[in-house]
């Protein structure tokens, strides 16, 4: 089944990830008349509840700190037994139960239990991830780690040995992939690869990390998606110092170890004019991230008989041109829904029915151009944004086009195509990878409102989505800019390691004459 298992490392990756498998939930159909393009067997798995009725719950590993669970508790409704007659306890003495008050639901989950339409969600009443949950987990996904607090000024979990440390001693007690980990993947007939969600920028970091090797260690050819979260709130110089120091540490020792890593700010740099966000709420960036990510990987969840479905691996193939290449950037763009909505550049045909939002909805096209021209997408996630670099020159791209009403297909790159791999790649042409679909991004009740109302469906909540996966000379600007920092700020030892390996990181995508530099990359 081609399953994917997914690790939520920290509060931002569980933001994030909570919108992920709301989105994934709502492609569920209930009609045998109607079949959802998504195969939910690679993200879901099945059980049964506590009553013996089916379940299908996320293949996924919940890790947060205490507290960072909000009113979610380990096992919900589809698990809970009645309680049965208590054993007798062995003390006849006088006893006192102490327990700490639970975090009281809001509204909007009390509707979903009642199942009557909840209220709208504000950022007010949204306080955890939990808050906008609209789905059911098994308890084994629930890892609570008490040894830390959310938001503790007392014991910060930022620094990155600080959840290194933490790893290899919750590791050397209870063998983290043995208890937690391994349930899940015995479950796969073959699986297809891991998808991890970590804070870059915090102890979470270092924790990925010890995590990752641990994974590299039991299967070192697992495909492993790794996106990077980093927190772009404004501190203190020394905090700002220990976040890039942070940064630099996972780019380094994550990074170089994930087959695919994509760093990710709260916010890009720009925004456009119909994106507005509260730049405090990470139910909010999580939100926009959520779109670009589910839709950049959308052809990992396809059917086995759409012919555009496409694995971890060889996405990661495909921008991988040289090797060495592990670390992209994306960007997204939405497309106004009008009645003549289409992709800029590419031209309607008549001639052509509209695409299936269902069967067979999506296609492909390979196109290598001799000289291409790329037209950035309005909302650059590479972390610094379109000031990383001017004129990048671009290695490999994996565009994702999700809710186009036309099936017209061309290359707005240009005609000329070399022809064979060996050339394109020995003469520095790009590799480039379309995928087209008719499945628009759904707007949930659980998803803000921080996109204007033209860019979202008349009929139907939803969207039309383009994103870009793409290896170019801008990831070798991000990296230096972070090595830069990272040299004036640690101590001999750990600067050389750390600066040597980020330099090999960004050597990978130096482009022609390229000297490895800040500026005027080709």
Request: charged share 25%; aromatic share 8%; proline share 6%.
């Amino acid at each position: 089944m081609h399953e994917v298992v997914t690790l939520q490392l920290g509060q931002r990756s569980n933001y994030l990830a909570t919108h992920f498998w709301n989105t994934q939930e709502s492609y569920f159909t209930y009609s045998q008349d109607e079949e959802s393009p998504i195969d939910h067997d690679i993200s879901f798995r099945p059980g049964l509840g506590a009553d013996g009725s089916e379940t299908f719950t996320p293949r996924t590993l919940i890790y947060d700190l205490k507290g960072g669970f909000g009113s979610l508790k380990k096992t919900n409704a589809l698990y809970e037994i009645e309680n049965g007659d208590q054993p007798a306890a062995l003390w006849d003495g006088p006893s006192s139960l102490q327990q700490q008050p639970g975090i009281e639901q809001n509204a909007y989950q009390k509707g979903l239990d009642r199942g009557v339409e909840p209220p709208t969600l504000t950022t007010d009443t949204v306080r955890f991830w939990s808050d906008f949950n609209r789905v059911f987990y098994h308890p084994k996904s629930i890892v609570q780690i008490n040894e830390y607090e959310l938001n503790s000024s007392l014991m910060p979990f930022e620094k990155w040995d600080v959840g290194e440390e933490l790893f290899q001693n919750l590791d050397r007690e209870h063998d983290l992939l043995d208890r937690d980990l391994r349930p899940f993947l015995e479950e796969c007939d073959l699986l297809q690869g891991l998808q991890i969600m970590t804070g870059a920028d915090d102890a979470w970091g270092g924790f990925c990390r010890q995590y990752l090797d641990r994974l590299r260690d039991e299967s070192g050819k697992t495909s492993i998606w790794v996106w990077g979260l980093q927190d772009g709130a404004k501190g203190s110089r020394e905090r700002q110092l220990q976040k890039t120091v942070n940064t630099a540490n996972t780019l380094y020792n994550v990074g170089s170890q994930a087959s695919v890593y994509v760093p990710l700010p709260d916010r890009p740099e720009v925004l456009p004019p119909y994106v507005s966000m509260d730049a405090r709420s990470n139910w909010h960036s999580a939100a926009n991230i959520c779109a670009a990510m589910e839709t950049a990987t959308l052809p990992s969840r396809l059917r086995m008989t759409n012919e555009a479905r496409a694995t971890f691996d060889e996405m990661a193939g495909l921008l991988d041109t040289n090797g060495g290449q592990r670390l992209a950037g994306i960007q997204m763009q939405l497309r106004e829904q009008t009645a003549a909505a289409q992709v800029p550049g590419i031209a309607p045909s008549d001639s052509r029915a509209p695409m299936s939002t269902t069967k067979s909805s999506v296609v492909e096209v390979d196109v290598q151009p001799a000289t291409a021209h790329f037209t950035d997408l309005d909302m650059d996630m590479l972390p610094g944004g379109p000031q990383t670099s001017r004129n990048p020159h671009t290695f490999s791209l994996l565009e994702m086009i999700r809710g186009d009403t036309t099936q017209a297909i061309q290359n707005r790159l240009g005609e000329d195509q070399p022809p064979g791999k060996d050339y394109r790649l020995a003469d520095g042409v790009p590799v480039i990878r379309r995928f087209r679909a008719g499945l628009r991004f759904p707007i949930l009740s659980s998803f803000p409102k921080i996109y204007e109302q033209q860019m979202i469906g008349p009929d139907k909540e939803d969207l039309v989505v383009e994103t870009g996966l793409r290896a170019n000379t801008s990831i070798a600007n991000y990296v230096q800019s972070i090595r830069s920092v990272v040299g004036r700020s640690t101590n001999v030892d750990e600067r050389e390691a750390l600066s040597n390996g980020l330099g090999e990181l960004a050597e990978a995508y130096n482009f022609g004459w390229d000297s490895g530099s800040d500026e005027d990359d080709d």
